[in-house]
């Protein structure tokens, strides 16, 4: 089965910039890698869509929370996606969660998410 290791969390100042990076490991899925992206959940809140990205042409895709100010990209080599935040503002304060979807697969895969605290 596949696993999701999601590395990067940590404190950062408002304004900074912070990058989240997440691999499959275990039995990846490779090139049946259909998606894989990144879902938050602030304290109080509903897990909520952050950014994906198509495995087989890179095309991504954000809420339009983060549009303009977060990237999104993979690795294909590497089975890695990465994410990276700019602009931070104390409303990205949340746990962020690696997902990853297959074809051929039921399902979403999720990691065991990662702190990402902005001081303001």
């Known amino acids: 089965q596949v696993q999701l290791v999601e590395t990067g969390g940590g404190l950062v100042q408002a304004g900074g910039s912070h990058r989240l990076s997440c691999a499959q490991s275990g039995r990846t899925f490779g090139t049946h890698t259909a998606d894989m992206g990144w879902f938050r959940q602030a304290p109080g809140n509903e897990r909520e869509f952050v950014s994906s990205?198509?495995?087989?042409?890179?095309?991504?895709n954000y809420a339009a929370s983060v549009k303009g100010r977060f990237t999104i990209s993979r690795n294909n080599a590497r089975d890695t996606v990465y994410l990276q935040m700019n602009s931070l503002k104390a409303e990205d304060t949340a746990v962020y969660y690696c997902a990853v979807d297959a074809f051929g697969s039921t399902g979403t895969y999720w990691g065991q998410g990662i702190q990402v605290t902005v001081s303001s």
């Open positions: 990205i198509r495995w087989s042409d890179g095309t991504p």
